[in-house]
């Protein structure tokens, strides 16, 4: 199933896109365009690189949740019903493609980073934080867009299903700080899942990790993860 998912994305030029060039061009546009117009304490590259990995997870998702859906809606899982396939493993494939794309889509985000003069203080014990939190948060936003996915009733809905979570994380710290922004906005920025995750990759990367973002930041990634895994698991078995 991993092997047959890879070769999916591979031959499918929107998913590159959308997964690995569209956050390179996030991270050009707001560090070159609009960086000169937020203060933020530090570069902006320093402080927006963060947000924009989390960017680069989220970017990758409608494709994985299409994925999911043709395979719903297509017929191929009839075909699986009579092959020596595991149940399981036909959603878990689906998973680890997505974690997997957005590791490679974070590798080339980070490498442009640091051409664009991206200069973490973290050590090796750190860039393995950021690393564990990445390949978590992959994790449970990959249940979260399966199980949207199976819901969906045609891919083109399921495309869709996933634009709240690319939406999310502009109303999150990855752009400018929550308490820069209005009322309201700034609440909602502050409580909203994203923020205490994209803060911990920020602390770690800086060397400086606060414990209190990390351990918030992994209860709604495992909250999440759940939630998706069981909704993903439900509905597969209802209509397979």
């Known amino acids: ?26 991270l050009f546009m707001f560090v070159y365009m609009m960086g000169d117009a937020f203060s933020v304490g530090v570069d902006y590259v320093d402080y927006a690189t963060p947000g924009l990995i989390l960017m680069a997870v989220c970017y990758g998702l409608g494709g ?33 493609t997505s974690v997997l794309t957005n590791l490679v889509a974070i590798a080339a985000l980070v490498g442009v980073a640091f051409a664009m003069g991206f200069s973490p203080a973290a050590s090796f014990v750190d860039w393995l934080g950021v690393v564990g939190m990445v390949v978590l948060l ?58 205490p995750i994209i803060e911990t990759i920020r602390g770690l990367l800086a060397g400086a990790p606060d414990t209190g973002d990390a351990i918030t930041a992994i209860a709604w990634c495992v909250g999440i993860a759940l939630v998706g895994y069981l909704w993903a698991r439900a509905t597969f078995t209802k209509r397979a």
């Open 138 to 195: 992959g994790f449970a936003a990959g249940w979260l867009t399966i199980a949207l996915g199976l819901a969906a009733k045609s891919p083109e809905t399921a495309g869709m299903a996933a634009v709240p979570l690319v939406l999310l994380p502009f109303f999150s710290s990855a752009i400018i700080p929550a308490d820069k922004m209005g009322p309201g906005l700034r609440e909602f920025a502050e409580y909203q899942p994203f923020t």
């Open 1 to 26: 199933m991993l092997r047959r998912n890879a070769k999916h994305v591979a031959r499918n030029p929107t998913s590159v896109f959308n997964a690995v060039l569209m956050p390179i061009l996030m």
């Open 64 to 96: 994985t949740a299409v994925a999911v859906n043709s395979d719903m809606t297509k017929g191929i899982i009839n075909r699986f019903k009579v092959m020596d396939v595991s149940r399981g493993a036909v959603l878990t494939g689906h998973v680890i």
